[in-house]
């Protein structure tokens, strides 16, 4: 189903533009046959563009405002955006038994892989972006024909992560019982013993594509020394502190500025 549309984004200090939109639902098969359901948005003009691709929160989905307002604001100065659903997630198909990191990182190779295949897509220029555990999967994520990631308030001790939502009397029950009942979704056991493979600091530091750090100051979940110190560690990073921002950035003023930091960004890493 597509949908062309024409709409207007406005800044505070700027009206954009207008510009004639293709949105399309799309459904692509991730490497196990599940349906990833995604919202593609591509500029009408002709040409190939440079695209992004945004990887929702933990436990979240493709519908969440932050991804929604990322994906339409960017979307205006000539980028393909796609928002898709983790496998398990809003509309994409899987069970709760195979909600893991791993299976978010295989899903965006899948996600890399049907976009290359569209044919207003430059491939050439291709930009992962990821929230939370999101931009955690985006560092692990095979990623050769990627230039540039975007890590949106991403912690660097996944453990801590975790528990910012839950106490050790649930993480005590949760390895008894086998399940998990959070924020609405089952969660198998397999996904806390998953999450403790993977090291965050030691996926950034190996990592030769350019990287933003975004971190909001008033982030309840994710410490601001969490971002400073991925800077330290990474070969080319850049940090981009958000002073008092939350975590979703639910202010609309902040993700308006977000959306002036991240083109800004994106075109001086993809020279447009």
């Known amino acids: 189903m597509k949908q062309v549309l024409q709409e207007t984004i406005v800044f505070k200090k700027t009206a954009y533009s207008r510009f004639l939109m293709i949105t399309e639902r799309v459904v692509f098969k991730n490497q196990d046959g599940h349906d990833i359901s995604g919202i593609l948005r591509i500029p009408k003009e002709e040409g190939k563009h440079p695209a992004i691709i945004l990887c929702h929160g933990f436990l979240s989905n493709k519908e969440h405002f932050l991804m929604s307002d990322l994906a339409n ?5 000539g980028f393909v955006t796609l928002r898709f659903d983790f496998t398990f997630h ?3 198909g899987g069970h709760a038994g195979i909600l893991t990191l791993t299976q978010q990182v295989k ?7 049907y976009l290359q295949k569209v044919p207003q897509v430059d491939t050439r220029k291709m930009i992962l972006l990821g929230q939370d555990l999101g931009g955690v999967a985006c560092l692990l994520a095979d990623k050769k024909e990627i230039d540039g990631i975007i890590l949106m ?6 453990r801590a ?3 910012s939502f839950i106490t ?3 993480l005590e029950e949760w390895l008894r019982t086998g399940w998990l009942d959070l924020k609405g979704v089952k969660l198998h056991k397999d996904f806390y013993k998953d999450l403790l493979k993977y090291d965050v600091k030691d996926a950034i530091k ?7 750090v975004v971190q909001s100051t008033n982030d309840k979940r994710v410490p601001v020394n969490d971002a400073r110190g991925l800077l330290l560690i990474a070969k080319n990073a850049k940090i981009e502190e958000f002073e008092g921002a939350d975590h979703n950035f639910d202010d609309p003023g902040h993700r308006e500025q977000l959306v002036r930091v991240l083109v800004d ?3 001086g890493i993809l020279g447009t």
């Open 265 to 267: 960004w994106i075109q």
């Open 90 to 92: 809003g509309e994409s």
């Open 107 to 113: 899903d965006i190779r899948d996600a890399i892989d």
């Open 206 to 212: 190996d990592e030769k594509v350019p990287i933003l």
């Open 153 to 158: 308030n991403v912690r660097t001790d996944l």
């Open 168 to 170: 050790d009397y649930d």
């Open 73 to 77: 604001g960017l979307s205006y100065y």
């Open 161 to 163: 992560f975790l528990h």
